[in-house]
């Protein structure tokens, strides 16, 4: 099959271009911002464009659904993503590397920080029923894991992670209102960094819905996880930055 560089969207026919988006205009629902809509749809490329659902919502404000054929293109050649830099591991390979070259469990806080009470995205990466067929971190035998909840507050995580010696310090924000999720991370970034000497701070991770992976650096942590993201690539992830250069042990190996 031969790559094609510059492609469009498919709806009906190959690259005729058709899709289909949402969203809400501060209107009352009537004719003229059905018409809005349109001079929306059309500044953003799709042409032509049509309304195919535009409901009130309360008297104030329009939802609508717009389908339309957008006069844009993609550049394949250009785009540009995150490839993953290690490998992925079973539960089996992550514990055997954690004990012949660490020698010792590694420690993993989590918690949802601020005022975020959306556990279930970190849970499926932590708790043992995991998420996506595959078991979370509570699972593997060399793996400590100390799951906070909800509404940690920055000063008790950073406290909590020093209590503990965590290696690695796992946050999750899933809401975004007023860039919450945004603020609130480098907060907790700032705070560890300001909390310890440069060597000894655990990796940050933090995971949500609406991250994109390039955020690491923008955000001050060491590796951003978004939708989908399951266990098993959390815990090579791990391994890669924690223990990955260490050498194996003769001790460990023989036990
Ligand atoms: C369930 C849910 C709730 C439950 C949460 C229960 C709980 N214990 O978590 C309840 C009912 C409490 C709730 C409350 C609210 N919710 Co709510 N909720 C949802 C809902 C329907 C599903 C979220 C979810 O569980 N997803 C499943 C998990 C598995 O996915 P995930 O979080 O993305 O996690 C994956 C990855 O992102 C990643 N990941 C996530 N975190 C981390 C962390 C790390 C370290 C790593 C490695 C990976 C990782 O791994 C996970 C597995 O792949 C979403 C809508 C939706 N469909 O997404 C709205 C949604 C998130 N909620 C929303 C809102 C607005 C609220 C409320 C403010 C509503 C209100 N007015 O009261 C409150 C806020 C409460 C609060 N203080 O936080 C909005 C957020 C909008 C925004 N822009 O911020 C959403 C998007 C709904 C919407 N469309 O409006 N909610």
Redesign the pocket.
């Known amino acids: 099959m031969t790559r094609k560089k510059i492609v469009r969207p498919y709806g009906d026919t190959t690259g005729d271009g058709m899709v289909q988006v949402s969203f809400t205009l501060p209107v009352p629902h009537d004719k003229r911002a059905e018409g809005a809509a349109l001079q929306l749809a059309r500044k953003m490329g799709m042409d032509p464009a049509l309304v195919v659902h535009a409901k009130p919502v309360g008297p104030d404000f329009t939802f609508f659904v717009v389908y339309g054929s957008v006069t844009h293109l993609v550049d394949m050649s250009a785009v540009k993503v995150l490839e993953r830099e290690y490998p992925l591991l079973t539960p089996k390979e992550v514990n055997a590397a954690v004990k012949t070259r660490l020698r010792r469990e590694i420690v993993v806080i989590?918690a949802c920080i601020g005022?975020?009470?959306?556990?279930?995205?970190?849970d499926?990466?932590l708790n043992i029923k995991g998420?996506?067929g595959e078991k979370g971190l509570e699972y593997y035998r060399e793996l400590k894991v100390v799951n906070l909840g909800?509404?940690v507050l920055v000063p008790d995580l950073v406290a909590r992670a020093r209590a503990e010696k965590a290696d690695a310090v796992?946050?999750?924000?899933?809401?975004?209102?007023r860039d919450?999720h945004l603020l609130n991370t480098k907060e907790m970034s700032a705070a560890f960094r300001e909390s310890y000497p440069s060597d000894r701070r655990p990796l940050l991770?933090?995971?949500?819905?609406?991250f994109g992976e390039g955020m690491a650096d923008e955000l001050g942590v060491d590796r951003v996880?978004?939708?989908?993201?399951?266990p098993g690539e959390?815990a090579s992830f791990l391994v890669h930055r924690i223990v990955a250069g260490r050498p194996v042990t003769t001790k460990a190996k023989a036990s």
Do not use: M, N, Y
Not at 170 to 177: D, E, G, I, N, R
Not at 205 to 210: D, F, K, N, S
């Open positions: 989590g005022t975020d009470a959306h556990t279930v995205g970190i499926a990466i998420f996506a909800a509404q796992l946050v999750s924000q899933v809401v975004t209102q919450a991770v933090v995971g949500g819905p609406r996880f978004t939708r989908g993201a399951t959390v």
